[in-house]
């Protein structure tokens, strides 16, 4: 049987694998996926399309790389299924696309896992760096397998096929034209061939073939290698270390535990209220949050990486005290989330809720999770690698939450029930910036609207939706599909958008 030599990365030969069993399922499912973004991607919107294409190439990968002799990535290619399976979910342009990186950034870091990249410690840093070492490691993997395929096309039975289909083609093209005209039906089909020739553009189609399919060989063949061997985790850790006396971790961890304790000394009323809320405090409620949220926030990140930071290069044996005051530190950095997160939803109260507002609080909640599992790392000895598994899988479970959920639908509810105790709302931004995701429940909302609230909405639903999801509006393609729009031309159907007079050249520009 026939053999070819693949290579990992630059100058790292991997075992001769048979031609057969190494590269035939690889072409068929990187030329199945470059068919399908040919065909349902070009020029068309991202919905059931994308998601299609992500979680094949998920899939890829799980079937050609032997899940069972790589079981630790199993979890993480099931969330990058998640993740693609997601985009079918939203209509929101922003989330699709952030859901698609996510979905391609667990599956590089399951290739790290699975040993198909050069192996080395999960930290931090390698969670990064993942997706670019993994782009660069397709493209030159694809690249091989593309030169390999070649050149096995060129000899034995592989360049009789092509030297076959190469053949028939002129030859079964002028059959069938003669045959046209001597036919009805085939004459009907055709001319219907030659227009649609005609009309069709080839160009980019025929890239975004080549670019996907050759994405998804060099990311299958990279399924196909067999682990690499891993680095000496000791070597890695101890390499270009500098210590750092106990004493030293101690002045530094101290100086910022007794800033923060003497900073929540003297802000203890506010920390938990807001002085914007009080008569007479010379300060707006706006001025309050923004003033503190920020700086609360980010000095609360920053205490984290400052400890492990300084664990990192204390002298073995000496940061018991270092990792005491560890511990406070994180405790003091709690309460300023708390803090941080009670003033948002006061001035969500206030303002009213938006999409940058809860993934704030989003944030918020997915930091303290990370400043828990890092006190408990300081309760014994910190594993850099298992505290950035925990961290990054708070923040993507947070970010598959946020797409399975209809979080526009959520702002919408949260501001009709401030309208109904306050009588205010933001019509604008309700259309304009949530998107379809956010219409069916504005639709279900619009019969507690006060008459001018309700006609108002009805022309910013009219100028943001009516040509594109309204009634009579085209159906798009059933690779288009997603769920939220769906829903939301459900929702707007009952509703004669295309009826309503706009009041100026923008129709929403009285709400």
Same mark, same amino acid.
């Given at each position: 049987?026939?053999?070819?030599?693949?290579?990992?990365?630059?100058?790292?030969?991997?075992?001769?694998?048979?031609?057969?069993?190494?590269?035939?399922?690889?072409?068929?499912?990187?030329?199945?996926?470059?068919?399908?973004?040919?065909?349902?991607?070009?020029?068309?919107?991202?919905?059931?399309?994308?998601?299609?294409?992500?979680?094949?190439?998920?899939?890829?990968?799980?079937?050609?790389?032997?899940?069972?002799?790589?079981?630790?990535?199993?979890?993480?290619?099931?969330?990058?299924?998640?993740?693609?399976?997601?985009?079918?979910?939203?209509?929101?342009?922003?989330?699709?696309?952030?859901?698609?990186?996510?979905?391609?950034?667990?599956?590089?870091?399951?290739?790290?896992?699975?040993?198909?990249?050069?192996?080395?410690?999960?930290?931090?840093?390698?969670?990064?760096?993942?997706?670019?070492?993994?782009?660069?490691?397709?493209?030159?993997?694809?690249?091989?397998?593309?030169?390999?395929?070649?050149?096995?096309?060129?000899?034995?039975?592989?360049?009789?096929?092509?030297?076959?289909?190469?053949?028939?083609?002129?030859?079964?093209?002028?059959?069938?034209?003669?045959?046209?005209?001597?036919?009805?039906?085939?004459?009907?089909?055709?001319?219907?061939?030659?227009?649609?020739?005609?009309?069709?553009?080839?160009?980019?189609?025929?890239?975004?073939?080549?670019?996907?399919?050759?994405?998804?060989?060099?990311?299958?063949?990279?399924?196909?290698?067999?682990?690499?061997?891993?680095?000496?985790?000791?070597?890695?850790?101890?390499?270009?270390?500098?210590?750092?006396?106990?004493?030293?971790?101690?002045?530094?961890?101290?100086?910022?535990?007794?800033?923060?304790?003497?900073?929540?000394?003297?802000?203890?009323?506010?920390?938990?209220?807001?002085?914007?809320?009080?008569?007479?405090?010379?300060?707006?409620?706006?001025?309050?949050?923004?003033?503190?949220?920020?700086?609360?926030?980010?000095?609360?990140?920053?205490?984290?990486?400052?400890?492990?930071?300084?664990?990192?290069?204390?002298?073995?044996?000496?940061?018991?005290?270092?990792?005491?005051?560890?511990?406070?530190?994180?405790?003091?950095?709690?309460?300023?989330?708390?803090?941080?997160?009670?003033?948002?939803?006061?001035?969500?109260?206030?303002?009213?809720?938006?999409?940058?507002?809860?993934?704030?609080?989003?944030?918020?909640?997915?930091?303290?999770?990370?400043?828990?599992?890092?006190?408990?790392?300081?309760?014994?000895?910190?594993?850099? +690698?298992?505290?950035? !598994? $925990? =961290?990054?899988?708070?923040? #993507? /479970? %947070?970010?598959?939450? &946020?797409?399975?959920?209809?979080? @526009?639908?959520?702002?919408?509810?949260?501001?009709?029930?401030?309208?109904?105790?306050?009588?205010?709302?933001?019509?604008?931004?309700?259309?304009?910036?949530?998107?379809?995701?956010?219409?069916?429940?504005?639709?279900?909302?619009?019969?507690?609207?006060?008459?001018?609230?309700?006609?108002?909405?009805?022309?910013?639903?009219?100028?943001?939706?009516?040509?594109?999801?309204?009634?009579?509006?085209?159906?798009?393609?059933?690779? +288009?599909?997603?769920? !939220? $729009? =769906?829903?939301?031309?459900? #929702? /707007? %159907?009952?509703?004669? &958008?295309?009826?309503?007079?706009? @009041?100026?050249?923008?129709?929403?520009?009285?709400?």
């Amino acid at each position: 049987m026939e053999q070819s030599t693949i290579l990992i990365a630059a100058g790292t030969p991997a075992p001769r694998v048979p031609w057969r069993q190494s590269s035939r399922a690889a072409w068929i499912g990187a030329l199945a996926l470059g068919a399908e973004a040919a065909a349902w991607l070009y020029d068309a919107r991202i919905g059931l399309n994308w998601a299609l294409l992500l979680v094949g190439l998920v899939a890829g990968v799980a079937i050609l790389g032997k899940p069972r002799r790589n079981a630790s990535r199993r979890p993480l290619l099931a969330l990058a299924a998640a993740f693609g399976g997601a985009v079918a979910i939203s209509g929101e342009l922003p989330l699709q696309l952030a859901l698609a990186v996510a979905c391609l950034w667990t599956g590089a870091v399951a290739l790290h896992v699975g040993g198909q990249l050069p192996a080395g410690p999960l930290g931090f840093a390698a969670l990064a760096a993942t997706p670019w070492q993994a782009l660069r490691h397709v493209l030159a993997e694809s690249s091989r397998r593309f030169a390999a395929g070649m050149r096995s096309a060129g000899r034995g039975r592989g360049a009789l096929i092509a030297r076959g289909c190469l053949l028939a083609l002129p030859v079964l093209s002028v059959f069938f034209a003669l045959l046209g005209a001597a036919d009805p039906l085939l004459g009907a089909w055709r001319r219907d061939l030659a227009d649609g020739l005609a009309r069709l553009s080839l160009v980019g189609p025929s890239m975004l073939f080549a670019a996907i399919a050759m994405a998804a060989l060099g990311l299958f063949g990279l399924a196909l290698q067999p682990p690499q061997p891993t680095h000496s985790e000791q070597r890695e850790a101890g390499r270009g270390r500098p210590a750092l006396a106990a004493v030293e971790q101690r002045i530094v961890l101290g100086a910022v535990v007794l800033l923060l304790a003497f900073f929540l000394g003297l802000r203890l009323a506010e920390l938990f209220d807001n002085p914007g809320g009080r008569s007479g405090s010379g300060v707006t409620l706006a001025e309050a949050v923004h003033r503190g949220f920020t700086e609360l926030t980010l000095v609360a990140t920053l205490s984290a990486a400052l400890i492990l930071a300084l664990e990192r290069r204390v002298a073995a044996g000496g940061g018991l005290r270092g990792r005491a005051l560890g511990l406070l530190l994180v405790g003091e950095c709690l309460l300023l989330l708390v803090s941080a997160q009670l003033r948002l939803a006061a001035y969500e109260a206030a303002y009213g809720y938006t999409r940058l507002r809860l993934e704030v609080g989003v944030y918020i909640a997915v930091l303290a999770i990370a400043l828990i599992a890092l006190a408990l790392e300081l309760c014994g000895r910190i594993d850099r +690698e298992r505290l950035a !598994r $925990r =961290a990054a899988l708070a923040a #993507a /479970l %947070a970010a598959v939450t &946020l797409g399975y959920w209809n979080s @526009s639908g959520w702002i919408v509810r949260a501001n009709v029930g401030r309208y109904a105790r306050s009588g205010r709302i933001d019509v604008r931004y309700l259309v304009r910036g949530l998107g379809a995701d956010g219409a069916e429940e504005l639709v279900h909302a619009l019969p507690g609207f006060a008459p001018p609230d309700r006609a108002c909405t009805l022309r910013a639903l009219a100028a943001g939706y009516g040509a594109t999801l309204g009634r009579g509006a085209p159906a798009p393609a059933w690779y +288009e599909w997603s769920l !939220r $729009r =769906a829903t939301a031309r459900r #929702a /707007l %159907a009952g509703l004669d &958008l295309a009826l309503l007079p706009p @009041s100026s050249e923008r129709p929403d520009a009285a709400c």
